[in-house]
């Protein structure tokens, strides 16, 4: 137990209280005898020692955007009223190409105990609004997409999960559904990916598309480690992908 305590307490810093913390310490009791999430305590004091000694930044750290992920992730999965082999593996899949072998194992022992709880989405998006930039909020709105995208079908239910969690994130709808067209081939995507109406001109399109270059730039994640920036990459791909398209559509 000690290596996998430490490797949690390694990287974490808001998550390891509040309602994500009480997620992680069920999950962790759930495969160590003897654990509860009161046993996390003695990380989140040390912790808050130190950010109030000003020797650690309190920004998001990788370890805090892998819990709040998997915590979130577990919401969405089990909103359809069932647990999707398929969308498990696309978790692991995600994580084993993010994190490597070691710490991919690590995060799906835990997702697997985290998964079993009923935890509140608005508490737990709370906490992640109050410390999380709006781009790494992003982020995990268009992970949870992809989870809800990899049984090859999006429920009505996950959608609306994944909305009500948006709207709980401070994410506007226009993000939200920018977000929604990059999983999706319907004609018209191209234009909400890019948060312009179909009849917008020929400059509103260039302009929308130089907002959405920035909002979406990979750069902004910079500080939540290379292991997320791939993500991120996809997400700015949809943008490019997008602009091209409507730019061959008008011959621009």
Known sequence: MGSFTKWIGAGLGFSLGGPIGAALGFAIGSF????????????QMEYQRNVEKGSIETDTQSGDFEMSLLVLASIVIKSDGKIDQ????????????MYGKERANNAFKLFKGIIKKEVSARQVCIQVREHMSHASRLQLLHFLFGIAKSDDFVSLSEVEEIKRIAGYLYI?????????????????????????????????????????????????????????????????????????????????
């Open 32 to 43: 160590v005898d003897g654990f509860s999430e009161d046993d996390l305590t003695e990380e």
């Open 86 to 97: 398929r969308e498990l593996d696309f978790v692991r899949s995600q994580f084993l190409n």
């Open 172 to 252: 506007n709808q226009y993000d939200f559904e920018s977000i929604k067209a990059m999983f999706y081939n319907a004609s018209e995507n191209a234009y909400k990916i890019l948060e312009i109406e179909k009849s917008a001109s020929n400059a509103e399109v260039k302009s929308g598309y130089r907002k959405m270059v920035k909002k979406y730039h990979p750069d902004k994640l910079q500080g939540l480690g290379e292991e997320h920036l791939k993500g991120a990459n996809e997400k700015f791909q949809s943008i490019q992908s997008a602009y091209e398209k409507i730019k061959d559509e008008r011959g621009l």
